[in-house]
């Protein structure tokens, strides 16, 4: 199945889009705007996305600019290549908790991801050799704007620069080989990250969008914000208060029910397979599954 066309994309113009890609060999990071990328690496002081996200504002300044490319020219990079820490919160949707048989955690399950395990929009995501059983989980992401440690629900928000789509594939009998989950979740090419940041006054009170997982166009997952069991403010409360959070760090705050462990016949992404993870106000991430070479 092939992948949509990129040109058939209609993004929003009224919302800022930060992205990172790669074009002629070079990685750099822009905006969208009149349908193309316009290039910040180039009109910027910063080297990267990371590096920028503590002064959005200057970032703004730049949308409606004449684009430098296509999306055409480009290719999708995971909105933060370079992360220092990706934590994601497992059994964190109310509904999966529900199909999972699970009791409710009494706080936070928290594994990490490595930044060599996530791809980002339009590229392919890896079923590896080892497993059969590679399984789809929509997810919101939550990028940290700013270093910092011990911070209060009431001041979550402030540290957030924005949101974007994720998809934490899953190698199921792997992930269960232990209670620690990290095997499963670490795969080379095995998540999906991206298309874009979108900012989180951009956005509005995220609680509110549906989150939506698609395999080959039709609907597997289907949640609000809002069934989150402990919710945006407690993920970075908790996180920081473990470890020191810096800019462009990413917390991926769970799946909603619908996962293909839990159905009956169970439902694994298979080579050939289009996933999409979409979130109101936020966009829609789409890749295709090869096999591992």
Not at 8 to 18: D, F, I, Q
Not at 68 to 92: K, M, Q
Not at 227 to 256: E, N, Q, R, W
Request: proline content about 6%.
């Amino acid at each position: 199945m092939e992948l949509p066309r990129r040109s058939g994309e209609k993004e929003k113009e009224e919302r800022l889009k930060l992205l990172s890609f790669k074009v002629d060999g070079r990685e750099r990071f822009g905006l969208l705007s009149g349908g193309g990328v316009v290039d910040l690496t180039k009109r910027t002081k910063f080297e990267d996305l990371r590096a920028a996200l503590g002064e959005l504002d200057k970032l703004q300044s730049h949308a409606g600019e004449t684009p430098d490319y296509g999306l055409e020219d480009i290719r999708f990079l995971p909105v933060i290549p370079n992360p220092s820490r990706i934590l994601c919160a497992g059994l964190n949707y109310l509904s999966h908790i529900t199909e999972t048989r699970l009791p409710r955690p009494p706080r936070p399950i928290i594994f990490t991801r490595f930044a060599s395990s996530q791809v980002g929009h339009f590229d392919s995501l890896v079923r590896p050799r080892l497993s059969e059983k590679f399984d789809f989980e929509g997810e919101l992401a939550v990028i940290i704007r700013k270093p910092c440690r011990y911070v209060s629900r009431e001041d979550a928000f402030d540290v957030i620069a924005g949101y974007s789509c994720y998809n934490d594939g899953s190698i199921r009998d792997w992930q269960l080989h232990s209670s620690q989950w990290i095997p499963g979740k670490n795969f080379p090419a095995s998540g999906a990250f991206g298309p874009c940041l979108v900012t989180r006054d951009e956005v509005g009170d995220i609680t509110r969008s549906s989150l939506v997982t698609r395999l080959n166009g039709e609907e597997v997952q289907r949640a609000l914000i809002n069934d989150l069991m402990f919710d945006i403010p407690s993920l970075v409360a908790y996180c920081s208060s473990f470890t020191m959070l810096d800019a462009g760090d990413v917390i991926v705050t769970g799946t909603t029910g619908g996962v293909g462990e839990s159905r009956r016949p169970q439902l694994w992404m298979k080579p050939g397979d289009l996933i999409e993870v979409e979130i109101d106000g936020v966009g829609r991430l789409s890749n295709q599954v090869i096999a591992e070479p």
